[in-house]
């Protein structure tokens, strides 16, 4: 995803570029077939 800025901390934006670093985001990542990035 390419934005002009830095997203906002807290906005939409920030957390749907970040959820791929959450444990919710790596359990998703998981399901449809994908190596997590990140071991919780």
Known sequence: MITNDYPKMGSHLY??????LSKK????????????????
């Open 15 to 20: 957390r749907f570029i970040s959820l791929y």
């Open 25 to 40: 985001g790596q359990t998703m990542i998981e399901e449809i077939g994908f190596i997590p990035v990140t071991s919780y």
